[in-house]
């Protein structure tokens, strides 16, 4: 599926919310469509207030040349989770219980965790499309299909 043929509820990975904020970067203007599908009928959109911590070690890191300040990543931040029609979800307890037993069962350690939270996120929520460059996180989950918005489109 392409991002552009998207419908109904989908989560905005973390990769795809910073790119959104560098304007410098080849993917910069790619990310805002992503986002602008936010105005489309029959589209929902939603993050994590994982996604929106997540952000300040990427965009305040080395990752990021250079680095953004703290109070330029903050502004960034909270200017992504004040965008009109994008939904901001909790994590819950049982979301945590829900993540671990996502780890346990496909042997997923360290911070490959993180993936599996926003996975048990999605399947509370009943989202079944991620929208993030990082697909191959999340191909194994039951409920969960990536769409990398960033692909080449097939000829």
């Not at 919310?17 to 936010?38: F, G, Q």
């Not at 489309?40 to 953004?68: C, H, I, W």
């Amino acid at each position: 599926m392409r991002a552009d043929a998207l419908r109904g509820r989908a989560l905005v990975d973390t990769n795809v919310l910073i790119y959104a904020t560098l304007a410098a970067d080849p993917r910069h203007k790619r990310a805002r469509e992503v986002l602008s599908l936010r105005h489309r009928p029959g589209v929902e959109l939603f993050v994590s207030v994982q996604n929106l911590a997540e952000m300040y070690p990427n965009l305040t890191g080395p990752k990021n040349q250079p680095p953004d300040s703290p109070e330029l990543a903050c502004e960034k931040i909270r200017s992504i989770a004040r965008l009109r029609g994008l939904n901001i979800l909790p994590l819950t307890l049982e979301g945590v219980h829900h993540a671990l037993d996502l780890c346990v069962a496909g042997g997923v350690t360290r911070q490959r965790y993180f993936d599996r939270q926003l996975a048990a996120l999605m399947v509370r929520e009943n989202i079944p499309v991620v929208l993030t460059e990082n697909a191959a996180d999340f191909l194994d989950i039951d409920g969960v299909t990536p769409v990398n918005p960033f692909a080449e489109e097939p000829a």
